[in-house]
């Protein structure tokens, strides 16, 4: 293992504290504070992975995870970027995407198949003849993608999630963010900063250099994040990346948890009135021949890895940059014992003169005008060669470390993503934010900035326009600090060149898809001239890095080809997550919210099988049989408990109650009488059957009523809508779930019922559809209703929910002697179906009419002032010979039952199965479908279809509906 | 027969150590193992009421004057009126000494048995429901008490947030009652990091009488 340095105040490791990880089946070490990326530099690994396409090696390069160089296997989870992973002990890394290993890679060939694959190449070959395409994308597949996971992968960890609010957020730890945060805060703002790196600082963090009367940069940093931790109403989230910014100052971000915490990864959602976006910039990926190669490395990436891990990047190296950031990087490696054998700076001039002296001082040669042309060796750098601007002279240097960038590129993602837009600006060569959204601003480096004082008075003026937008502020501060930072240096002269005097063939503009300078050119020719067709055609930008590494470089570039006369071309758009992260982050906790009936625990001890239907957890069968023979059979025959909980439950009480009712159900709800139930439906404007249930009257302007479970929601919402213009003076409660319902069915119904309350339940004292109050041991008060839907004797009782569980205890105990079942939703629709019940959105869709299923007879024509909802479509409806109608039909032969949702059909479609079954009580098959009015005359034969049934049809013929019991003798004994 | 038993939308797993029997209710007054904080108390038995009426302006439940402005809410004599809309009020009872019985005037409804009730209270109880809402407790603009209808965990609640006083800070939050299993279970989750633990009602009376 590599020494490493550990007397600088930057390093972020400590050093005596060793981690040990498995690599490729062997124990390595690492130490604490180390990246996964940097504890294998420190082992000498250099070769991380290979490239997508041509399998390339690939090494470090950013240090931040703007590409997927380094990207590997984690402890079984594929696609870990291990530049921003932090090291633990015991972690087990694998290479990924390689044949045989990263070092040797059987697919490496690829890499002098570059002619066969042009930009788009799979657009153009391989199609033709087309049979060949399925073999060629199965081949293409296999050797290309990164991580490799199975369908059923279930992700490890923990993951969680917050929502914030807050006044201002800043996104952004660096020196700008934090003095935006600290402004926002002494105003008394609330305050949310994130920062993408574990600690705060950005640019400062690392660096030596002198701030201010003697002071470093780094211990400026420190001294603002102390400032900023000190402030309660500054809320720090280190290690967070804004990966989304929307409307309204909506920012999300996802955190990577430490150990203490109780999260691996957790969502952040928050609310803002204001966002300042101070991500600083990214290094522009100097563009030369194999600037991939593992030993090219940015300033940034160079520099850090010796002063935040104490690590040397190389022994010996060559600086090929155009930012005065590789100068003091040049000056502080090389008095860290870096051998550098020559800096070539692509600027001509314009370089800090103090830097530039300090060079010269220290003897490094430092060519002006110069840049890395092609970086040599096979698998990692060996030498390289630079050449003059023009490319008219030329030298080598042997070397295993080339620090090489173009200059800087502003992180305007989170700017762009809000709608804000940007700009080119000819003097900084940046693209920068021209129109921001609104109630956003940009601070720092974002801007162009490069002095110190002047990237924190950014900040300062940021935080005061914040607090502006938070009405906190006057426009008088903020004159103030603008200009103040107007009397500061302004944004430096940024290098132009955007690439080297090469042709590009192993120039890569984007890592992630191996895209070259030369695909790129070869697009262009194509006639894609804009960079986001390029962007589709070539794939450049579409990898795990985000279009991190092509960025600004595309448009660049494709500007440069086309010889504009002006940089109009934009950037290509940049989408939500700007960082990538873990679908599992955006899931977050997920906890499951369902309801359930105050019945759920004595009906999973009594073996119920639960589904989840709508909103509810519902017991659905009450053994392994689906069938439901033994359920169906002793409601038939003998009695049955059914837990109805889930119907929906209303009063509405007041002067204009009844007044409503009548809006909305199709009845005439004036005949609803005390002590009878009305069974009644409601509609749509469009006449299609939304809703049924039935109505009683409580008392004088008080109703209640019940609608199915699927609408209980939206009930009162739908009541309101409808009667929003009238002013009438009604009240809705939703009584859903203060209420459960049992439904006692079955010849010995009575019987049981009989045990347990005090009331005559003889079918003249309580008959068919009659509704009565009562108490249960003097105590539950019930509601209780003489119904029918399973075709029995029926008693469906309303109790208060806490007392439910004694009800039901009740009745079980009387039932005893009659052996007493429960039965479950599937043995109800069974039974209600073979007496031809419907159940609305199964013997319904969206476009099914009240009177398409036979429900016509509820309608009350005459009602006129009551605008019933629904009525001048059903009208029109009534003699339109074209709707589908509901139809009661046998197997022939006495085959199976189709599956529900099949279709009716000859030479086409003609209709849809609704719900059929096998039925216990009747010895046949029979069902319910929409059909069209010719299919539904008695005596029908339907032809029917299957999926995957192919030419094998089964067929039933349309029969009288109800099946079963047809007199409606047994409901009502 | 059995002695008939009306049961809680709420089950925590902790064990009663001290109960009481209210109106066929067994309460939890204490649990064991409450810890320091913050506490989950399950209200569900609380008497609470829905008011609705096209005035209500001249309405004056249990003597309390409803708040003029939706989101307001008045506490008195253990009373917690919470004023939802132009037309509607709840009510809860958040006194554990006497019953109270719904006034019997029109109007209202007894929607006790409706909903699940909780009081969530003490250290970090803010930050434990933040994990599930971005409702904003914290807004300066909100003084407590004050009523937010909205999504907690996902499901439609109505949250009366009662103080915003630090370790004193709480809240009690209605929902559907059917969500009382997944309700409980999500915010005793959430509260995990923060040693939230349940409590009996002994807990949240004295957190009551001190606000």
Redesign the interface.
């Known amino acids: 293992m590599m020494n490493r340095f550990n007397h600088l105040p930057t390093l972020k490791v400590d050093t005596t504290q060793k981690l040990a990880f498995i690599y490729k089946g062997e124990k390595y070490y690492g130490v604490k504070g180390d990246t996964v990326a940097s504890a294998l530099f420190a082992n000498g690994v250099r070769i991380f992975g290979r490239s997508l396409k041509y399998h390339r090696p690939r090494g470090l390069y950013s240090l931040d995870g703007e590409c997927s160089n380094t990207c590997m296997e984690v402890d079984g989870v594929p696609n870990v970027r291990c530049e921003n992973t932090l090291l633990e002990d015991g972690m087990v890394i694998k290479e990924q995407n390689v044949k045989g290993s990263a070092e040797k890679d059987y697919l490496g060939f690829l890499d002098k198949m570059d002619w066969m694959m042009p930009a788009g190449f799979y657009y153009n070959v391989m199609h033709k003849p087309a049979k060949v395409w399925p073999i060629a994308m199965k081949q293409i597949r296999k050797a290309a993608g990164l991580g490799k996971i199975s369908p059923d992968y279930e992700m490890p960890g923990k993951f969680?999630?917050?929502?914030?609010?807050t006044d201002v957020c800043v996104i952004g730890g660096g020196p700008s963010g934090m003095t935006a945060a600290l402004c926002a805060a002494q105003k008394g703002l609330?305050v949310v900063l994130m920062e993408s790196r574990p600690w705060l600082g950005g640019f400062f963090e690392y660096r030596s250099r002198e701030y201010q009367d003697g002071q470093t940069l780094n211990e400026r940093a420190r001294h603002l994040a102390k400032e900023v931790e000190a402030q309660d109403n500054i809320r720090v989230f280190t290690h967070t990346s804004a990966v989304g910014t929307y409307n309204n100052n909506l920012v999300t971000g996802f955190q990577i948890g430490k150990k203490e915490n109780?999260f691996d990864e957790r969502y952040i959602?928050i609310?803002a009135k204001s966002v300042v976006a101070a991500a600083g910039c990214i290094e522009r990926p100097l563009i030369f021949d194999h600037n991939e190669r593992p030993g090219v490395m940015q300033i940034g990436c160079a520099l850090r890895m010796a002063k935040t891990y104490g690590q040397m990047p190389g022994k010996k190296a060559v600086f090929s940059i155009g930012h005065d950031l590789g100068l003091e990087a040049a000056l502080e490696l090389h008095d860290l014992g870096l051998a550098i054998a020559c800096i070539a700076d692509i600027r001509e001039d314009g370089q800090d003169s103090d830097l530039v002296r300090k060079i010269e001082d220290k003897k490094i040669p430092l060519l002006k005008g110069w840049v890395a042309t092609k970086a040599h060796g096979a698998k990692i750098v060996k030498k390289v060669s630079i050449s003059s601007l023009d490319g008219q002279v030329s030298k080598t240097f042997p070397c295993d470390l080339i620090v090489a960038s173009a200059g800087m590129t502003p992180v305007t993602g989170h700017i762009t993503v809000a709608q804000g837009t940007l700009k080119y600006d000819n003097h900084t060569g940046f693209f920068l934010p021209d129109m921001m959204p609104e109630k956003m601003h940009a601070a720092g480096r974002i801007l162009g900035l490069n002095d110190p004082l002047s990237i924190e008075a950014s900040g300062t003026l940021a935080g005061l326009q914040a607090a502006f937008d938070c009405e906190n502020c006057s426009i008088q501060e903020i004159g103030e600090a603008k200009k103040a930072l107007e009397n500061l240096p302004g944004p430096v002269r940024g290098s132009k060149l955007v690439t080297a005097p090469v042709k590009g063939r192993k120039s890569f503009i984007c890592f992630d898809e191996d895209a070259t300078i030369k695909n790129i050119k070869q697009a262009i020719d194509k006639g894609f001239d804009m960079p986001e067709l390029i962007k589709r055609f070539t794939a450049t930008g579409l990898g795990p890095g985000q279009g991190g590494i092509p960025g600004h470089n595309l448009p660049l570039y494709v500007a440069k080809y086309q010889a504009l006369p002006d940089i109009s071309i934009r950037p290509t758009n940049v989408r939500p997550p700007l960082v990538p992260t873990l679908i599992s982050t955006y899931a977050g906790?997920n906890?499951?919210?369902?309801?359930?009936?105050?019945m759920?625990e004595m009906q999973k001890k009594d073996g119920g099988v639960f589904r989840n239907i709508g909103?509810?957890q519902r017991a659905r069968y009450f053994s392994n049989d689906v069938t439901c023979q033994n359920e169906i059979e002793n409601v038939r025959k003998n009695v049955g408990m059914l837990d109805g909980s889930t119907l929906g439950k209303f009063?509405i009480?007041?002067p204009d109650a009844l007044k409503a009712l009548q809006r909305v159900f199709v009845s005439d709800m004036t005949k609803v009488k005390q002590g009878r139930v009305k069974y009644s439906a409601m509609c749509n404007d469009d006449g299609c059957v939304i809703d049924d249930g039935v109505v009683v009257k409580q008392g004088e302007n008080d109703y209640y009523f019940t609608t199915s479970s699927g609408r209980a929601g939206q009930t009162v919402e739908w009541i309101r809508y409808h009667t929003r213009y009238d002013g009438w003076?009604f009240?809705?409660?939703?009584?859903?779930?203060?209420?459960g319902v049992i439904n006692l069915s079955g010849p010995n119904a009575r019987k049981v019922l009989e045990k347990i309350v005090d009331i005559e339940l003889s079918n003249e004292a309580f008959g068919y559809s009659e509704y009565k109050e009562f108490k249960i041991?003097d105590?539950?008060p019930t509601r209780a209703m003489r119904l029918g839907f399973v075709g029995e004797l029926s008693y469906e009782l309303h109790v208060?929910?806490?007392?439910?569980?004694?009800v039901w205890?009740?009745l079980r105990?009387a039932g005893k002697e009659f052996n007493i079942q429960n039965f479950g939703v599937e043995a109800q629709n069974v039974l209600r179906m073979e007496k031809c019940h419907i159940i609305l959105g199964q013997e319904s869709e969206q476009r099914t009419n009240l009177l398409d299923v036979g429900l016509g007879f509820l309608w009350d024509r005459n009602k006129a002032d009551a605008k019933t909802v629904g009525a001048i479509a059903l009208r029109q409806a009534e003699n339109d010979q074209t709707r589908l109608k509901l139809v009661g039909f046998k197997m022939e032969n006495n085959t199976r039952a189709p599956r529900d949702g099949a279709l009716v059909v000859d030479d086409k479609v003609r209709g849809y199965i609704a719900t059929a079954r096998d039925s216990f009580s009747l010895n046949e098959a029979v069902g319910m479908a929409l059909v069209e009015g010719e299919l539904s005359k008695i005596g029908t034969r339907l032809e029917i279809y299957e999926d995957e049934c192919g030419d094998d049809r089964i067929y039933g013929t349309v029969v009288k509906m109800p099946f079963y019991d047809p007199e409606g003798t047994r409901m009502k004994m | 027969?059995?002695e008939?038993?009306?049961?809680?939308?709420v089950v925590f797993k902790s064990t009663p150590v001290k109960t009481e029997q209210r109106d066929?209710?067994e309460v939890v007054m204490e649990y064991s193992g409450e810890g320091e904080g913050p506490f989950l108390v399950d209200l569900s038995?609380r008497p609470r009421f829905?008011l609705?009426?096209?005035s209500l302006s001249a309405k004056k439940p249990f003597g309390i004057v409803i708040p003029e402005i939706p989101g307001n809410c008045v506490l008195e004599n253990g009373i917690l009126a919470n004023r939802m809309n132009r037309?509607?009020v709840s009510l809860f009872n958040l006194d554990g000494g006497g019953a109270v019985s719904m006034p019997d005037e029109?109007?209202y409804?007894d929607?006790?048995?409706?909903?699940v009730c909780v009081a969530l209270f003490g250290e970090n109880v803010f930050s434990i429901c933040?994990?599930?809402?971005?409702?904003?407790f914290?807004?300066s603009q909100r003084k407590a008490p004050f009523l937010f209808q909205g999504p907690f965990?996902?499901?439609p609640c109505q949250i009366v947030a009662l103080s915003k006083e630090g370790d004193a800070s709480g809240l009690v939050l209605t929902c559907?009652?059917?969500?009382?299993?997944?309700?409980i279970?999500?915010i005793l989750?959430?509260g995990?990091?923060f040693r939230l633990t349940p409590a009996g009602e002994s807990r949240f009376t004295n957190w009551i009488k001190n606000l």
Do not use: C
Not at chain 2, 4 to 9: E, G, L, N, T
């Open positions: 969680d999630e917050i929502f914030l609010n609330r109780v959602e609310r906790v906890h499951k919210m369902f309801k359930i009936t105050p759920d909103v509810w009063r009480h007041g003076d009240a809705l409660v939703n009584l859903t779930d203060s209420l041991a105590a539950i208060p929910s806490s007392y439910m569980k004694a205890l009740m105990e | 027969m059995k008939i038993q009306r049961v809680s939308p066929n209710w038995h829905d609705q009426d096209a037309t509607q029109s109007g409804t929607v006790t048995e409706s909903t933040e994990k599930l809402t971005a409702l904003d914290m807004d965990s996902h499901v559907s009652r059917g969500y009382g299993r997944d309700m279970h999500s989750h959430a995990e990091e």
